[in-house]
């Protein structure tokens, strides 16, 4: 009983502080958490595949990595901000994600399709913020987030392209890669 008077009032105190913060933006601020966190679990099977020995693509490895850790640096932030609105942070079992893949190529598209859905997610939030009239929260997301998604969103695509050049014409990935490497002038 003591143990469930002390919960209440726990929860008392976060309500205290919560204003013009709807219960359904907070739902769907619990959505993007676990979708974050999901992306999180996504990369890091990925990454571990490509550092397998009959695999071996420690390049891939780490930028798949990097991109782990930056999905749990998001999921973090939203419960950081979740309790700062006096919200309720509720997480759900992150989903098994997908094994293994046939080659970058297929890991590359897939972490791409993952970007693009999980970016659609935070439009969504913010569409919902703005029709609760939350504006706060409205430019929590844009501060930290729209931007972020879509420069991740280009690097993506341009590594897939840039892979599929490599597959189907090696010279002209190689020229273009001698071009940033300063050709001509660029070097000196
Ligand atoms: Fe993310
Ligand atoms: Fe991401």
Do not use: T
């Amino acid at each position: 009983m003591a143990n469930y008077c002390c919960r209440l009032w726990a929860r008392q105190m976060c309500m205290i502080m919560r204003q013009n913060f709807a219960k359904s933006c907070e739902q769907k601020l619990n959505d993007q958490i676990n979708m974050e966190l999901k992306a999180c679990h996504q990369y890091l099977a990925m990454a571990f595949h490509f550092d397998r020995a009959d695999v071996s693509s420690p390049g891939l490895h780490s930028f798949l990595l990097k991109a782990s850790g930056e999905e749990r640096e998001h999921a973090e932030k939203i419960m950081k901000y979740m309790n700062k609105r006096g919200g309720q942070i509720v997480l759900s079992a992150v989903p098994e994600p997908l094994p293994c893949f046939q080659d970058s190529l297929a890991a590359l598209k897939h972490a791409l399709q993952m970007e693009l859905e999980v970016n659609q997610h935070l439009l969504d939030v913010h569409a919902l913020a703005s029709k609760e009239n939350d504006p706060n929260l409205c430019d929590f997301i844009e501060a930290n987030f729209l931007q972020e998604q879509v420069d991740g969103q280009k690097v993506l695509a341009d590594l897939i392209r840039q892979l599929e050049r490599a597959h189907d014409d090696l010279g002209d990935y190689l020229f273009d890669k001698y071009l940033i490497n300063g050709g001509m002038h660029g070097g000196k």
